[in-house]
């Protein structure tokens, strides 16, 4: 990011991929992508499993149904919801009102502390379930892994949303005092190089 001013004077400007992907919440943004799918494909693809006297498969999670949904419900709609603001930041640089860009970022900050703290919930709820998980329910430690994966990755996930949340705040004090400046200096040349 160039720490330029936002506003009405970047609008307009020709999508420039390499500058996209290199600006740090595009990269945050994509790995937290990543590790939503990694939590939600660890989940479908081996979270579930059956004794061998038993024919219905039940959640590796302390067999609680609801540990497995929560993990695969936050995870696909994390995914969304890093494709949709992965868009919006493409998207950005077009916004030419200021209020608008405002508005944008604002939705950010409030989707990314939300996030976060789903995450932080779903951290703490697996990582409950798969320590309360009985020893005969697994016998031959099936899933092991795809659940201390899904486990680890929902404590990144709280790291990666919640840096998006501090930058989204950071891109939004530059909103700010853009909309300030302007305000009280309507005539003056803009602030950009």
Same mark, same amino acid.
């Given at each position: 990011?160039?720490?330029?001013?936002?506003?009405?004077?970047?609008?307009?400007?020709?999508? !420039?991929?390499?500058?996209?992907?290199?600006?740090?919440?595009?990269?945050?943004?994509?790995?937290?992508?990543?590790?939503?799918?990694?939590?939600?494909?660890?989940?479908?693809?081996?979270?579930?499993?059956?004794?061998?006297?038993?024919?219905?498969?039940?959640?590796?999670?302390?067999?609680?149904?609801?540990?497995?949904?929560?993990?695969?419900?936050?995870?696909?709609?994390? $995914?969304?919801?890093?494709?949709?603001?992965?868009?919006?930041?493409?998207?950005?640089?077009?916004?030419?009102?200021?209020?608008?860009?405002?508005?944008?970022?604002?939705? !950010?900050?409030?989707?990314?502390?939300? +996030?976060?703290?789903? +995450?932080?919930?779903?951290?703490?709820?697996?990582?409950?379930? +798969?320590?309360?998980?009985?020893?005969?329910?697994?016998?031959?430690?099936?899933?092991?892994?795809?659940?201390?994966?899904?486990?680890?990755?929902?404590?990144?996930?709280? $790291?990666? +949303?919640?840096?998006?949340?501090?930058?989204?705040?950071?891109?939004?004090?530059?909103?700010?005092?853009?909309?300030?400046?302007?305000?009280?200096?309507?005539?003056?040349?803009?602030?950009?190089?």
């Amino acid at each position: 990011m160039d720490g330029g001013a936002f506003g009405a004077g970047k609008a307009g400007g020709a999508f !420039d991929p390499q500058a996209f992907i290199r600006q740090p919440h595009t990269l945050l943004r994509l790995v937290s992508w990543v590790f939503s799918i990694v939590v939600f494909g660890s989940i479908v693809n081996e979270g579930y499993v059956n004794r061998l006297d038993e024919t219905q498969e039940h959640c590796i999670f302390n067999r609680n149904h609801n540990a497995c949904n929560y993990g695969i419900t936050v995870g696909v709609l994390a $995914f969304l919801s890093c494709l949709l603001y992965l868009a919006l930041d493409a998207y950005f640089p077009q916004i030419s009102s200021v209020k608008d860009r405002k508005k944008a970022v604002l939705s !950010d900050i409030g989707v990314s502390a939300f +996030w976060a703290f789903l +995450w932080f919930v779903g951290f703490c709820f697996l990582t409950n379930q +798969w320590q309360a998980s009985k020893e005969e329910d697994n016998p031959m430690n099936e899933g092991g892994d795809a659940a201390r994966a899904a486990i680890t990755f929902s404590f990144f996930s709280i $790291f990666t +949303w919640g840096l998006l949340t501090f930058l989204a705040f950071r891109r939004l004090r530059d909103i700010t005092f853009q909309e300030e400046y302007s305000t009280l200096f309507p005539n003056s040349p803009s602030l950009l190089p």
